[in-house]
């Protein structure tokens, strides 16, 4: 993405911000609560669309300017929130194949290999699969969410803050978790994070700085 803007009403909440992250690898973009990092990534997604500035993410628009900007996001590009939002009528194993392509769940068998191949990079066994979400702690929600990202086989991962509601002794073993599961994926992650700590040992390159307004 080249010189993309974003405003809401009088705040400027990006501004002129170029980003190229080589494919394949985990970037993080550093900086501190309330400097962009969030609506960045939106941006990335296809959420709000840019005032100003070029996405190549973004597939060009040929149904004209009211057209849904999500719909034009790459079909290969998958967001992770922070708070990890599993949809609570799903077990585990419904909400990491969720989004599996139609084909993969047809074949007898495939869902459910590709399901434990998700689980064992964050470390949960598999006799999760049939747990419900209020029956995990929120360090295990978390790790399913996580799951659950690279379970489709994106291109591109977006990473919102994902480790904010986890505990000291948890976020470096599930950060690294995160990483061998996109590198397994061969995914293009990228992590917003404000801790300066997370982005420098998780990160595949320097983690790029953002600040505020």
Known sequence: MTGVRKAFTDTVAVDDVSLHVPHGSLTAVLGPSGCGKTTLLRLIAGFPGPRRGHDRLRRPDRRGPGADRCSRRSARLVM????????????????????L?????????????RIDEMLDPVELPRVFRTRQPHELSGGQQQRVALARAPAP???????DEPFSSLDASLRESTGRAVARALRAARATGLLVTHDQSEALSLADQSPCSATGA
């Not at 392509?101 to 290999?113: C, F, I, K, T």
């Not at 086989?153 to 990473?159: D, I, K």
């Open 80 to 99: 992770s929130p922070g708070e990890g939002a599993l949809f609570p009528h799903l077990d585990v194993a419904g909400n990491i194949g969720f989004g």
């Open 153 to 159: 086989g994106p291109s591109v991962v977006l990473l």
């Open 101 to 113: 392509p139609r084909a993969l769940r047809r074949s007898p068998g495939a869902e459910g290999d």
